[in-house]
């Protein structure tokens, strides 16, 4: 166990809706990472956090947002969902930029 | 722009050694780890290593750094069962701690 915890483990919706991905990251870590892992794209970084601000983006679609909160947990907001939407997402956590990221348990997301 | 490649697949016996392989491009990357993944879990880590460094042993693992062919390998001694997993290369790009993964090393250890 990471200490990373993220709900829902899974999640079914369609073409068109939005969900809401929810992160906690071990007690102390400032850090946020958000992932996207499928079958053709693989593991790619999406956005981080850092004590609430963002602070570096990667391939994240213009659908999709996060933000992270005062008491540190994070958000990552999908829309407008597409079949291709459909994938692993991970959060993972860092007491800093500088340091380790520790992975949560993903939320699989089915998009029928 | 950067990439990260490892070999797909590896089968190795109980109790044999195993060597996983990657190669990265970005020769600014400050450090390089290994992630295992298990079926329907996350990334675990297993081991890390600074870019000033050849070398990093911790228990079964050994880390090996060359950096002037940017090969990272990871040797799993006394291989288990349980070491049956997708284990991933990702070396840190940038200050901020982005990762650039590759596509999965998947490791069956055979009885």
């Known amino acids: 166990d990471s200490g990373v915890t993220q709900t829902p483990k899974h999640l079914i919706t369609a073409t068109g809706q939005r969900v809401t991905l929810r992160c906690s990251p071990r007690?102390?870590?400032?850090?946020v990472y958000w992932y996207q892992q499928s079958l053709d794209q693989g593991l790619q970084f999406l956005i981080q956090?850092?004590?609430?601000?963002?602070?570096a983006k990667g391939n994240i679609l213009e659908r999709f947002s996060a933000q992270q909160f005062p008491d540190l947990h994070s958000e990552l907001n999908l829309s407008s969902l597409e079949l291709g939407d459909s994938a692993l997402y991970f959060c993972?956590?860092?007491?800093?930029?500088?340091?380790?990221?520790?992975f949560g348990p993903g939320t699989r997301l089915t998009v029928l | 722009g950067e990439d990260v490649e490892q070999s797909l697949f590896l089968s190795v016996r109980e109790g044999d050694s195993s060597v996983i392989n990657c190669t990265y491009t970005?020769?600014?990357?400050?450090?390089l780890y290994w992630y295992k993944q298990e079926p329907g879990a996350g990334l675990q880590l297993l081991t890390y290593?600074?870019?000033?460094?050849d070398m990093k042993q911790d228990q079964r693992l050994t880390v090996l750094l060359n950096k002037k062919d940017k090969h990272l390998s990871l040797r799993i001694a006394d291989t288990q069962t349980g070491d049956s997993a997708i284990y991933f290369c990702?070396?840190?790009?940038?200050?901020?701690?982005?990762?650039?993964f590759g596509a999965g090393t998947q490791v069956v250890v055979t009885p």
């Open positions: 993972a956590s860092a007491e800093s930029s500088y340091n380790e990221q520790f």
């Open positions: 007690s102390g870590d400032l850090s």
């Open positions: 956090y850092y004590n609430g601000e963002e602070r």
């Open positions: 970005d020769s600014s990357s400050t450090y």
């Open positions: 290593i600074f870019s000033n460094m």
């Open positions: 990702a070396e840190r790009t940038d200050s901020w701690g982005k990762l650039q």
